[in-house]
């Protein structure tokens, strides 16, 4: 069954650090455009930053701009979300996933994976 498998989340003070790592268990999401979703308490999912199959493309929504920094390595089959600066609204579930055929942008998510928690104390 193909996963994505998050790891990374924690427990960090404002103004702090932190980087997610995302590992697929298979090599063809590397032709996948790929990015990371929160969803904090009584909130919608959002999509936080996403990146091409190569790498050329980054997005961000404007609340982590500059603070966050999305990458990947196809050959180790991850993507990687380099969080700085947290705030206390930076406090969610940070989901990896995968589109269903683009290569360029997130548009239609074909695999979540499971989650990772980050909590931001201020």
């Known amino acids: 069954q193909v996963q994505l498998v998050e790891s990374g989340g924690g427990l960090v003070q404002a103004g702090g650090s932190l980087r997610l790592s995302c590992i697929a268990s298979?090599?063809?999401?590397?032709?996948?455009?790929m990015g990371w979703f929160r969803q904090g308490p009584g909130k919608d999912r959002e999509l936080v930053g996403s990146?091409?199959?190569?790498?050329?493309?980054?997005y961000y929504v404007d609340s982590v701009k500059g603070r966050f920094t999305v990458s990947r390595d196809n050959a180790k089959h991850a993507i990687y979300l380099q969080m700085t600066n947290l705030k206390s609204e930076d406090t969610a579930v940070y989901y990896c996933?995968?589109?269903?055929?683009?290569?360029?942008?997130?548009?239609?998510?074909?695999?979540w994976g499971q989650g990772t928690q980050v909590t931001v104390s201020s």
């Open positions: 298979e090599p063809t999401f590397d032709a996948y455009a």
């Open positions: 996933a995968a589109d269903r055929q683009s290569g360029v942008v997130v548009a239609q998510v074909g695999h």
């Open positions: 990146i091409s199959w190569d790498g050329a493309h980054t």
